[in-house]
């Protein structure tokens, strides 16, 4: 079996997978079966370093090696910030008017990845495989192939693909299209987001279609799939099970008494349509009364990314929706929303999915969104909760049977969120079923084997 090689941002400890979520479960087991190389930035930022240039730190874990690198200041400012968070991030979520194309960034994007590269290929031995994850890392392979790399080669985005024109916004799009093509498979999230890309690299890049899923393209053939990511359910609903979830379960139950729950759990970000869901939940209050003093919101954003501009605009406005909310119908003993800017623990979370009566999923667009896939996991199939989610999240491809939304919809989504509260409980029991009987076939380590079975085969397809 050949060695598995890791490539993402972030490293985790495979150790610690229980406190790094599902992502690091599924990778650290691929990597713990093979034995493997986990690849990425440390963490640390070096205030006076040398642009493009960081020390490497390698540890073992277990059969799994992780090698990180540091990284300068003003790397750190034009690789993540700049071009990853303030470019692709954005673009990837349709979000034109909040990218910046700030001319320096490309710089800082191109020097970190000849970084990465530099400091990867001595790692490298002859018959690895090497999975490079996101679009932080989009330019990686060719930079590995530049310098002599000739492993089998995959990348799977995490994020959404956006069409074709609002790509070609991106002053590179063509040349990270063309990067794209020193892969040997490119895995995306959903079919729409697979469509993207075909429709790019047919018009835009003039690409043929040599096969259902391979391209040609700037001399080289390129697999590009739709992998749909999942979650481990066995480990979830282990945690589910697991004391820290149940001490969460009753203290939240016994905390709001009668009071219905709501449910929303997400990094605070722009692409998560907070205020959206925030406006639709006040909707849901005038439009049926019955819900006043009797159901809350709760609304968990974890803090995420706080320098970036665009963030802290949005933390003040979903505070100040919240609160206008809270000032016009709350009472001594009925706070309407309670919103918590933190983090829970991901032992707790499933205890936290378990006392909502439904959990609003409404991203404006979203790769997957895990959590609504976690929230099916956690309930308990004689009483399940039901899930409303925006049809605009990666996820409605396979969760049919949530309460689908549109998350710009605000009267419609209030409506869809009342049928939620009265949905019968056959109904739900059948929902469920369904719903649990999906991400089990399709979880995490089914993704995991689905794209590195097509990377194998990659080269002779
Ligand atoms: P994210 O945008 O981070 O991921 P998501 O898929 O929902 O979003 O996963 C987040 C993970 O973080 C889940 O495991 C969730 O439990 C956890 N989490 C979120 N908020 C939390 C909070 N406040 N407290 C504790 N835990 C919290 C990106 C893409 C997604 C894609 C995933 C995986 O944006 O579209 O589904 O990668 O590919």
């Known amino acids: 079996m050949s060695r598995l090689v890791v490539i993402s941002n972030r490293v985790a400890d495979p150790r610690k997978s229980a406190a790094s979520g599902g992502l690091a479960v599924a990778l650290g087991s691929a990597l713990r079966a093979s034995g493997g190389l986990w690849f990425g930035w440390s963490g640390s930022i070096v205030e006076e370093g040398t642009p493009g240039e960081g020390s490497l730190h390698t540890q073992r874990a277990g059969p799994v090696t992780l090698a990180t690198v540091d990284l300068c200041r003003s790397d750190y400012d034009s690789y993540y910030q700049g071009y990853s968070n303030g470019v692709l991030w954005p ?70 693909l956006p069409p074709p024109l609002i790509l070609a916004a991106i002053p590179q799009s063509e040349w990270l299209m063309r990067s794209l093509f020193s892969y040997d498979l490119a895995g995306f999230q959903s079919d729409v987001d697979l469509m993207h890309f075909a429709r790019y690299a047919l018009t835009e890049a003039h690409a043929e279609q040599v096969s259902d899923t391979c391209f040609r393209a700037y001399n080289s053939t390129l697999r590009a799939e739709a992998f749909p990511i999942g979650i481990d359910v066995d480990e979830f609903t282990t945690l589910a099970q697991g004391e820290e979830a149940r001490q969460m379960y009753e203290s939240t139950r016994r905390d ?58 949005l933390l003040r406005e979903i505070e100040s929706l919240s609160g206008s909310i809270n000032g016009d119908f709350g009472d001594l003993d009925w706070m309407p929303i309670r919103y918590i800017h933190r983090n829970v623990a991901r032992k707790r979370l499933p205890g936290l999915y378990q006392a909502a009566e439904v959990a609003l999923v409404t991203p404006l667009r979203d790769g997957m969104n895990l959590v609504a896939k976690e929230f099916i996991a956690a309930q308990d199939p004689a009483d399940p909760g039901v899930l409303v989610l925006s ?32 949905m019968p409980l056959p109904e739900r029991q059948a929902r469920h079923k369904s719903l649990l009987a999906g991400i089990r076939a399709q979880d995490v380590h089914w993704w995991r084997n689905n794209f590195l079975t097509a990377l194998q085969e990659s080269r002779s397809a």
């Open 91 to 160: 673009v990837f979520h349709y979000r034109l008017d909040l990218a910046n194309f700030d001319a320096g960034y490309i710089e800082g994007y191109r020097r970190v990845n000849q970084l990465f590269a530099r400091k990867l290929m001595p790692l490298i031995q002859p018959d690895d495989i090497l999975w490079v994850h996101d679009y932080h890392l989009i330019p990686l392979a060719a930079e590995l192939r530049a310098m002599g790399c000739t492993n089998r080669i995959g990348f799977f985005l995490h994020t959404p």
């Open 256 to 313: 709001y008494g009668h009071r219905r729950l709501l449910l929303g759990v997400e990094r605070l970000d722009y692409s998560k349509g907070l205020p959206q869901r925030i406006r639709a939940f006040r909707k849901l209050l005038t439009r049926y009364p019955e819900n006043q003093n009797r159901t809350t919101l709760i609304q968990i954003a974890s803090p995420s990314r706080e320098t970036v501009r665009s963030y802290t605009g």
């Open 391 to 422: 049809r605009f999240a990666g996820a409605a491809e396979q969760l049919k049977e949530a309460l689908l939304v549109n998350p710009y919809d605000t009267d419609g989504m209030a409506e869809i969120i009342q049928q939620a509260l009265q």
